[in-house]
């Protein structure tokens, strides 16, 4: 990402500010998994959406029509000491000549400058509620503003959380954005297939997932978006399962929902195949007519198209099936007014998609669902889940299918960013014989 990028997505927040408004955004903090050991860092989205600066605990200021410079910067200082361990740190000298910061202030200047750069400003724009200390920081600046008002100091009186104005710029995506989306996608959808002529009875799932992990590593994408599900036989009806940790045995399914993470954009990818291999009849069956529904769905998601109308196509599509299989009984607008498919399709089919895997965005406007609109990114993933009971005809017990492509929205219709990972049911046993 260039900077000329963040400077066009700064002065789209910009714009979109009261213009005696200002803007506060902290960084990510560093997190303690346990002991002195953290957990890998990652910056915040819309942190680094808008400055593209890597480094944890920094906080940027936006600042409409200042002279002196609308973006401002603090962040830690150089410390020849910590670096020794940690790695060289950009410092305020770097923040301005690598990440376009009109000024840069060391961290334990904040609580100094900050007040001042508030002064005057009648709008303060932050992430409200998103945590207790911030807000009370936050609001600990504006009473030394308002202690001075007597001196005739102006504090703000109107108070905007950036995620409504900020999600929505992030919710259309460019076309840097979507090179990386595309990226991202093609090196998911190769370890998909990697997976799958990996695949045999006798492996564990964990193996998948080590193995799903190495092809996004080795392809240039060291982090993975999600924790990977890998889910064999009956372990695929429970839709977050993480454990990862059960034998892969003849005879079942799997279904692995996985993808990698590059330069801070998500993909985010569900297939389901056959552990040995071959589909029986009555996986071909379930399988054809999740399969059907996605392709519904997907021809649902386009320009013009409200949000929810994938999901109503997946719907229908599922619940004629599971009438089909004798799952269901009645007729199919009854059903779904009843929402009788729950229990065995309890989720949406979709959501927004980019730099996190459950993106930004509203999915509403003023109650009503909103349009799809060229730049949007969303995933598709109808599934069936039935599981080892009573309840659901013995050929299909423990059965658990999910398939989920990566969809942009296009000024014609949509692209499938994820294509190139195998889901047609014929081809996924070519892959796995090959």
């Not at 202030?105 to 750069?117: F, S």
């Not at 029986?280 to 529904?293: I, M, N």
């Not at 003023?366 to 598709?380: A, F, H, I, Q």
Request: aromatic share 8%.
């Amino acid at each position: 990402m260039t900077g000329a990028e963040f400077k066009r997505r700064r002065r789209a927040l910009l714009k979109s500010m009261s213009p005696n408004g200002l803007a506060i955004l902290p960084a990510a903090r560093e997190t303690i998994r346990n002991r002195d050991v953290h957990y890998p860092f990652r910056q915040s989205s819309d942190f680094s959406y808008l400055t593209g600066f890597p480094e944890p605990d920094a906080f940027a200021v936006f600042a409409p029509k200042r002279k002196e410079g609308e973006f401002i910067l603090f962040c830690r200082p150089r410390d020849p000491e910590r670096e020794q361990w940690d790695g060289t740190r950009i410092g305020v000298e770097g923040a301005i000549a690598r990440f376009g910061a009109a000024e840069a202030h060391p961290l334990d200047e904040l609580d100094a400058i900050l007040p001042t750069l508030i002064e005057g400003r009648t709008s303060l724009y932050y992430p409200i509620g998103t945590e207790d200390a911030l807000d009370a920081r936050i609001m600990g600046w504006v009473r030394q503003v308002r202690a001075k008002t007597r001196t005739g100091a102006v504090a703000p009186d109107t108070f905007v959380n950036i995620e409504s104005v900020l999600h929505e710029q992030r919710l259309i995506k460019h076309q840097s954005e979507l090179t990386l989306m595309r990226h991202a996608a093609r090196i998911s959808a190769k370890a998909h297939r990697r997976l799958m002529q990996a695949c045999r009875p006798g492996l564990n799932e964990r193996d998948l997932e080590a193995e799903f992990q190495h092809a996004c590593a080795t392809a240039g994408a060291r982090f993975l978006a999600y924790p990977s599900i890998v889910g064999g036989g009956t372990n695929a009806c429970t839709l977050h399962y993480t454990a990862n940790d059960a034998p892969l045995r003849d005879g079942d399914l799997v279904l692995i929902d996985a993808g990698c993470e590059l330069d801070g954009y998500a993909s985010d990818i569900t297939r389901t195949f056959p552990v040995n291999g071959r589909f029986s009849p009555a996986q071909r069956e379930v399988y054809d007519l999740v399969l059907a529904a996605q392709q519904a769905a997907i021809a649902s998601a386009r320009p013009g198209c409200h949000w929810n109308e994938p999901h109503e196509a997946a719907v229908r599509v599922l619940t004629k099936g599971l009438i089909q299989l004798g799952i269901l009984t009645g007729k199919v607008g009854k059903l779904i007014k009843d929402e009788a498919y729950k229990p065995h399709y309890m989720h949406r089919t979709g959501h927004w998609l980019g730099m996190d895997v459950h993106d930004v965005g509203a999915y509403k406007r003023d109650g009503e669902w909103r349009l799809l609109e060229s730049g949007m990114v969303l995933t598709v993933e109808p599934g069936l889940y039935l599981p080892a009971t009573d309840t659901v005809p013995e050929p299909y017990r423990g059965i658990g299918i999910r398939i989920e492509d990566d969809v942009l929205i296009t000024e014609d219709g949509n692209e499938i960013l994820s294509a190139a990972a195998p889901k047609e049911p014929d081809e996924i046993e070519a892959v796995m014989g090959s």
